[in-house]
């Protein structure tokens, strides 16, 4: 079965920018693998942030954004707030809608 | 709304079997599959299968395979997670998520102890 891979952790300034990235054991990560990306706080269900590698829902803020960069997906936040620290999961589906998650990416605005 | 509320915590011996449930609201219950998801305490998101609520077909996680039973109720829009023979690296939320990915439920928490 696949490994998706992520960034343990992560520091940013406030203000700052930061991106994540999310590969794939099985090769190069694309369109196909319909990329997501999940914000999750402590005692909190994840939230989705980004869908189909850059899509964004009506609650996500303008400051995050998804791409594909380098055989990875990308998650970029430009403008970092104390909010914004948290743990961030990437998902990615494979054959037969299997999902497969990252390890998480801690990210501390500091 | 959209909303998916999950059942009550529960605490649970080793050897036994716990079943979570999976309410649906405010959309067609039948038109998405509903996927399970678990996170066991401080590590990351485990996914564990779908269930196609319209067919009842399934498919599990390879690790889950034998020990998990997904099931449903369309009559009350209900879907349901059975894990059994629970050791003690079970104790995880087991969260319900839609298949779109962007409504999930607020986790179900389950421990396993003896």
């Known amino acids: 079965q696949a490994v998706v891979t992520q960034e343990p952790s992560l520091t940013v300034s406030p203000g700052g920018t930061v991106t994540l990235t999310c590969g794939s054991s099985?090769?190069?990560?694309?369109?196909?693998?319909?990329p997501y990306w999940f914000q999750q706080k402590p005692g909190q269900a994840p939230r989705t942030l980004i869908s189909?590698?850059?899509n964004k829902y009506s609650w996500t803020p303008a400051r995050f954004s998804g791409s594909l960069l380098g055989g990875k997906a990308a998650l970029t936040l430009s403008g970092a707030q104390p909010e914004d620290e948290a743990e961030y999961y990437c998902?990615?589906?494979?054959?037969?809608?299997?999902?497969?998650f990252g390890g998480g990416t801690k990210l501390t605005v500091l | 709304q959209v909303q998916l509320v999950q059942s009550g915590a529960e605490v649970k011996k080793p050897g036994a079997s716990v079943k979570v449930s999976c309410k649906a609201s405010?959309?067609?219950?039948?038109?998405?599959?509903m996927h399970w998801v678990r996170q066991a305490p401080g590590q990351g998101l485990e996914w564990m299968g779908w269930?196609?609520?319209?067919?009842?077909?399934?498919n599990y996680a390879q690790k889950f395979q034998g020990r998990v039973t997904m099931t449903r109720d369309t009559s009350i829009s209900t879907a349901y997670m059975e894990l059994s023979r629970l050791r003690s690296d079970d104790t995880a939320v087991y969260y319900c998520?839609?298949?779109?990915?962007?409504?999930w439920g607020k986790g179900a928490t389950v421990t396993v102890s003896s």
């Open positions: 998520a839609r298949e779109s990915k962007d409504v």
């Open positions: 405010g959309y067609t219950f039948t038109g998405y599959y």
């Open positions: 269930i196609n609520p319209s067919s009842g077909g399934t």
């Open positions: 099985t090769g190069a990560v694309t369109s196909g693998h319909y």
């Open positions: 189909d590698t850059r």
């Open positions: 998902l990615l589906s494979y054959s037969d809608a299997r999902w497969v």
